[in-house]
């Protein structure tokens, strides 16, 4: 006998832009795997460009100049009650580009707030990434360990929320530099200049110089070594980051999309055409049909 795909689980709509429910998500209440599920890709629903809340939270989003991302519907709904609601969520699933520069031509600011456990970490790692890659700047919310937002926002409400964790984020390089802290014995010199240079490479990722200097200025500080020999160091990492970025800028891929990007808008029986096209590519069924109409 078949079995129901959301069996075992809590099920909420997920909707477009426009408001319109085009799928379901559905969130384990047992152990079973994966934690979030949702409905089947299909024509109308890709989850890599959908973000959970969206359509209610871009007018609040606009409105306060910056976002809160979660990981999961429920420290969504949680939050909105709280009547925080400039929240959204991914749909269970790593962040896209595409999610990425959707927040990104809203607001220039987004707080990652995800649980503060190991995966938590892992996953507002490579998040931020993809928002800076954008340009968003980028703040990490302070959960403590073993918490997650629906858990705070239940036990201390909605206004101890906003106080003491979004207000109270730290941006990623703050983030970052905390949580590489756990993998070195600082003490020992050697894990010590392996701390520095990992922590050189990611400012001199940073694009905004005043950023760059206040965090040289504050390892300078830490570890007792002249501002003027971290600097050197820094801009040979920059270098790199910034050859490594014109290799990524020049590569045949990226010259493609440029190039059709330059072309002029093409006429809709074009587009059409091309639509067809690929229908018929698919569907074997497809092409006999157009065939005989044609």
Known sequence: TAIDRFRGRVIF?????????????????TDQEPKYLNSPENDLFHKSKILFNFDLAKKHIRKKREAIL??????????YQANIK????????????????????YVDKVIICYDADQAGINATYQTAKLLLDTGCEVYVANLNEGMD????????????????????????????????????????????????????????????AIEREYY??????????????????????????QHKDKRDENSYTNRAVNYVGTKRILPAFHNAERHLIAYMLQDVHVTNKVQKEL
């Open 86 to 105: 400039n929240v959204i969520a991914t749909l269970g699933t790593s962040m896209s580009m595409h999610q990425a520069r959707l927040i990104k031509r």
């Open 13 to 29: 709509p997920i909707r477009n832009h426009l408001g319109k429910p085009i799928a379901f998500g559905g969130r384990s209440i």
């Open 216 to 241: 040289l200025k504050e390892l300078s500080s830490e570890f007792n070594i002249s501002y003027e020999t971290l600097n050197v160091e820094l801009k040979k990492y920059k270098e790199q980051h």
């Open 70 to 79: 979660f990981e999961g519907y429920i420290d969504v709904i949680s939050a």
């Open 149 to 208: 937002p629906d858990g705070f926002i239940r036990k201390y409400g909605g206004r101890a929320f906003e106080e003491e964790v979004v207000k109270s984020s730290d941006m990623f390089i703050k983030f970052y530099m905390n949580n590489l802290r756990k993998e070195f014995n600082l003490q020992h010199e050697g894990e010590r200049l392996n701390y520095i240079e990992k922590v050189l490479k990611e400012i001199a990722t940073i694009g905004n």
